[in-house]
Every structure is written in structure tokens, then in C-alpha cells.
């Protein structure tokens, strides 16, 4: 069996595609106009890849978890899943929760989930928003709440000052079950029954600003609708696991929580029931075909991955004096102090002498510009400069060998003491001779060269050079 490639961009219909970041653990989906890239953390395939699809095409079903946010297109989304001792990130913008005290983690409805404890007045672990909850209009919260804990009771979630301008979610002891409170301004929603211990229930809490009608939904079901409803925001932030004041509610329930996501609208009844479900509803399931390099892609999806450059080292050990105009053969030198020893290849301060290498460039190379560092020293404690020079040329199967090197790039670097390690920035780009490719045998050619601006008095002894060259895939395989 067989996964997608991390590159890979899959076309779900017409105009929504989904990307695998180069990293395989980030994936993206677009909205419906196929325009802007939505960060669906945890979109998976439902099953392996037989290998008889692989070569044309892929087949295979789509699940996502928790929703296919790139539809429902969220105002925030806190996943939950950082660890004990750290704020919890939101998905969509920057208005993280922000963690006071020690809130625990547990294994949660989707990876991991807040672990609640009941927190007295004034709470001392709890979780609040970075910026202040303040919609303008019409919104919609929902999130997963397990409750353990019989007897206790009070404030879940909630924007509120005592009985005054807010709103809150809150759980309440009557004797012998758990019955929940929908609180907005100074209106509040009816107790009812159906929470029991040791359960996930999906809770979404809509405002209808129009209507002035606040609604409560339990796994996708309405629960009630509490009319007259308004909100005043307090101007404070959303809180988790935070005892609203010490006369009302004030104390927390324990809980588990997971998975909120703000919406400055309305969630529907066809989101919510997906939601609900793990995601299955938005999309149905439908067959994929994966699109290749070949492909014209829409200028909104296209995706070109970019890696870093890889090195390449060469040593002054691996390479060797040109017949003509040769440095010093390669030559191991021994320190006094400490007995350290090192192969060098001397190149003179009057003379330009030349030193080769002869390398193969791995298959994942890109064919591109060259750049070098040389790292060297000299038997001096003259602070004076060497110029050092790289060229090469790239070789095809069945070309000549004895071509001309590519145009040679320089680098100027200052002696630093008398037998120290001096490192050179890198040259500029280097463009190798003939047609060069991934694969291919390439000759490298260093010299010294000793133009003005050359002028140290001694050898420079050089250790290695290292090579950067660009890839078009993170390996050779």
C-alpha cells in the first residue's frame, strides 16, 4: 500500500482542491471558490491507497474531523491539543487562550482536550481569550464538554459579570442529575436534564441578534430557545473553567472540553449535524484524483514546495594538484600543542595554482547555481586577505570529458591568526559549464586566485570547501 506524497494536490470537484504541506503533517483545503487555503489540521484519508491506483490516479474516500472547516470558515478555532502548562493556539487567527494557573490535559474527543477541575472563587486555573469577546451581531459557539463530577456545579464557558451584561453556559446539581443554564443579559434559559457523566456531548450555542433568540443545541439537537434575549458584551474576555463571581455560580463544575470554534454567524442545522458526526455530511464521500507536475492547475491552487539548499563538502584530503599549475599535493600537518592533524592542500601567494574534485550530484539535485564556503588557514598571523575561486562543469552520459569549466566565482576572506580556522561567506552564484542535471559527474576546479585585493604573504592552506546546491525533493529516492 501506498499514501499520497506530502506534494500532492487532490481536486475534490470543480473548483476545491486539497494540498499535503511538505512536512506530511499539515494539510490545507480551499473554500468553495477555490480561492483561499483554509488549515484543516486533522483532514484524513480513511484508508490505504491500493498500489494498482497509485501510478494514474488514487480512488479512496475523505473524512474529516470535526467538520470541514474551510466551509464553515470560522472567526477562531482552538484544537485543544497543546499540553498541560501552555496557551492553546487559535487555528484561524491570533486570538489564542491564554492559560492561567494549570489547566490538565486528557485524551480528548479529538486528540487531546482540556481537563477541567472544579475551581472555587475566583478560580485560580482557567483559560481566557486574548482579546475581548465582543461580536457585533449574530454568532455561534460550539465545542465538546464531557462532565464528571456529580454534584458540582456552575459556570462552563462565558462572558459575564454576575446577573449583569454577558452571556454563559453553566451546569447545575439538581439532587440527583445534572441540568444546564443558557444564560444572556439578564435572561436565562430553563434547566433541563440529558447530561449524564462520562459522555462527549456536542454543545453549539447560537444568538440570532434579529430575533434576539438565544439557542441551545446538544449534539446537534435543539435543546430550547430562550426569547428576549440580548448581549451586552462586559468587554472582557471568553472564559473556560472560570467561576463567574462569588455570590452567582461561583464555582466550576469539572469538565472536559475540546474543540471550540467561535463563527461570527449563524451555525446551521446541516454544520451542526456535521460537526456532530466527525465532519461526515459536508462533503460527500466521492473518489479523488491526484493531479501530477503535468497538470495546469488553477493559478489560486497551484502549489510549488520549496526546500532549503544542501551541502556538499569537499576535502582537501579528496582532492588532488592539477598537472598544470598544481597546488601542493594533499599534505597531513600535525599541530604541536594538542597533535591535531589535517590534510591541507597549500596554494601560493604569487602563483595561481589549481586543485580538483571529481563528484557525482545526487539524483535529487535541481540542476541550478553552486554556491561554496571555504574553510582554510594559514601557517601566518598576517590579517590580510585571500581570494579564493571556484569553477566547474557538469557532464551527460556520452559527452566529451575534455570541455572547458564553467565562469569562476569569487569570495574574499581576512586571515584571523596564525593557524586558526578562518571560514569564508559564501561566493556568489556559480553556473556550471555544459547542460547540467540531477545525477550527473561534475569536475570542480578551486584556485587562488591572486588579483589585487589578494595579499596575504604565505600559503593558504585549505581544508574544504562546502558546495550548496538547490534539490526538487527532500531525497534522492
Known sequence: MDFLHPDSIIKLNATRWV????NNSS????DDAGVNWWHVGRLTLVAEIPDVLVANGIAGPLA???GDLAA???TAYWTMDEGADEDRGDSVGSNHLLET???AVIAGKHNNALDCAVEPWPGTNYLATTNNFTPAGDFSLAFWIRLHGSGDEGAVIHCKVGDGNGFAFAIAWNVVAYQSHLYFDGTYGDADGGWTDNTWFHV????NAATNTASLYRNAALVRSVGSSTFTSPSLPLYIGKPINSGWFN???AFDFDELLYLDRLLTGVEMTALYNGGAGLFPTRSLTVLGDDVTLPSSVKYTPTYPT?????TAGGGWPSLTNGCASPVQIELPTNKVNLWVLDFDQTTVEYAEWTVRMPNNWDGGTLTAVFEWLADSVLVDNVKWALQGRSYGDGEALDQAMGTAQTVTDANTDQNLINKSAATPAITLAGTPAAGELVQIRVYRDTSVGSNLAADARLLAVKLNYGVTKESED
Do not use: A
Open 19 to 22: 494540498r499535503f504541506l511538505p
Open 27 to 30: 494539510i490545507e483545503v480551499t
Open 64 to 66: 474529516f474531523d470535526d
Open 72 to 74: 464553515i470558515s470560522p
Open 101 to 103: 494557573g494549570t489547566v
Open 204 to 207: 453549539v450555542i447560537n444568538f
Open 251 to 253: 464555582s466550576t463544575p
Open 310 to 314: 544542501r551541502p556538499l563538502i569537499l
